[in-house]
């Protein structure tokens, strides 16, 4: 078992990484960290969840200016919440 943590220097690496080649600004925010997942599962989110931040960064963020003049904040904030599912029991 391993924390969700696990990934989030990778992740917020890749939405700097992606945000800096595109002009774009924001903030990964993961709620959840603490929480412990089976090590192949983990490996198995991995890229879905980089698709998935791909696709908001690429899709559905704008510029700065373009947020400025749609009355946003400049800076866009992704926001990944995890809530594991409680055993029963």
Not at 54 to 72: F, L
């Amino acid at each position: 078992m391993l924390p969700l943590a696990t990934l989030s220097a990778l992740l917020a690496k890749l939405v700097r990484d992606l945000c800096r080649d595109q002009g774009k600004e924001a903030d990964l925010m993961i709620r959840g960290e603490e929480v412990t997942i089976d090590k192949r599962i983990l490996e198995e989110l991995k890229d879905p969840l980089i698709h998935l931040l791909r696709n908001c960064i690429d899709h559905g963020i704008e510029t700065p200016e373009q947020r400025r003049r749609a009355g946003k904040p400049p800076r866009a904030t992704i926001t990944w919440r995890y809530r594991g599912r409680r055993q029963s029991g």
